[in-house]
């Protein structure tokens, strides 16, 4: 059976799921999609609507996506892609454990490293992808990018070499997707730009107006760069990813004064759509959010190796104690205050 024959399961309509198979439902005829039942009957309907969100007219078309309605419609899935949020993991794992066994390739697209917990529970051959890029779903089936790609796919131990070319070969087809050989520092690289999620959150960034950009600005930078000291505390080492600044220039950000560096961060913030997280939160009242295993995560390996982490660890109980339905962003003033009572005297 060569690649083409593939039977492709995309677990997911979110925003990456969904832009993942818009892109390689064109040029893979075994790709099928499952969904919540409600998205599913969008797409059955309308297919799926995707764009460039930085010229969405002449971008904008819709693809036509397979979609099943329950596992069981697919018994012979070769390989498995779950894109849904560390908090579904566990139970979509679960799932296709019970109805498919151990017999497909896992691909996991989750954010963070905690899915490198959870999926061996489950399953025995498991690749790991880290998604470097940016993409938001506007409604059920419909969903903008800020560019196509990259992907990058490892395993820890570098293993299940055959099958990652293989899988690199099929989703190459979708957007450019290269194999790292040092997944962790792939996967904490990326994790240092997650940290924007929770304090894009809390101050509403993307979802209204924010209060005062100098001190957005100081607080993203130094939150970053924070993440950066930390990951580098554990031994991670940066592994670069097309259009995410580097370690330096998130230090130069957090360093220097707001106006030498404000053009490069205005540049840096265009690409930027609203996070997830927040669309989780302020856009759908929803109760569960990845705060936990993204800013936990680091504020967890902070405390591990004693790294001192002022801004993420504010940040990190803010979101626990604030993160539920109906929740009013603050100003950033307010959460630069919070702040600076955690800063060390």
């Not at 299940?160 to 899988?167: G, I, N, S």
């Not at 929770?198 to 970053?224: C, E, K, M």
């Not at 295993?293 to 993420?312: D, M, Q, W």
Request: with cysteine; glycine share 6%.
């Amino acid at each position: 059976m060569t690649c083409t024959d593939k039977k492709v399961l995309i677990v997911g309509a979110g925003a990456i799921g969904a832009a993942v198979a818009a892109w390689l439902a064109p040029h893979h005829s075994e790709l099928y999609l499952l969904s919540t039942a409600s998205t599913r009957s969008t797409l059955n309907a309308k297919g799926i609507t995707i764009y460039q969100t930085d010229q969405p007219e002449k971008t904008r078309r819709i693809v036509e996506v397979r979609s099943i309605d329950r596992l069981e419609d697919l018994p012979d899935a070769d390989i498995v892609v779950l894109s849904v949020k560390n908090y579904s993991l566990p139970a979509a794992a679960a799932s296709v454990k019970e109805c498919l066994g151990d017999r497909p390739l896992i691909v996991s697209l989750a954010n963070g490293a905690v899915n490198q917990e959870i999926l061996p529970r489950y399953f025995s051959r498991i690749v790991y992808g880290v998604v470097s890029f940016n993409a938001r779903r506007d409604e059920p089936g419909v969903v903008g990018y800020q560019k196509r790609g990259p992907l990058l796919i490892g395993t820890p131990d570098n293993g299940l070499r055959d099958e990652l070319k293989m899988v690199q070969t099929i989703l190459d087809k979708a957007c450019p997707t290269s194999i790292v050989d040092h997944l962790q520092d792939a996967v904490h690289s990326k994790l240092v730009m997650n940290l924007a999620n929770a304090l894009d959150t809390l101050v509403g960034h993307g979802y209204r107006p924010l209060s005062n950009f100098d001190i957005y600005q100081r607080l993203l930078t130094r939150t970053l760069w924070e993440g950066v000291r930390i990951i580098t505390a554990a031994g991670y080492r940066e592994c670069k990813m097309g259009g995410m600044p580097s370690f330096f220039l998130i230090r130069l950000g957090a360093v220097l004064p707001l106006w030498l560096v404000r053009p490069i961060f205005k540049r840096k913030l265009k690409s930027m759509v609203i996070s997830s997280m927040t669309q989780d939160i302020l856009l759908r009242g929803s109760t569960l959010s990845e705060v936990d295993s993204l800013t936990g995560y680091i504020v967890r390996l902070a405390e591990k190796h004693h790294v001192a982490a002022p801004y993420n660890q504010t940040i990190y109980r803010l979101a626990r104690d604030r993160f539920a339905p109906g929740l009013e962003p603050m100003r950033c003033e307010a959460l630069a205050d919070e702040v600076q009572k955690a800063l060390p005297l």
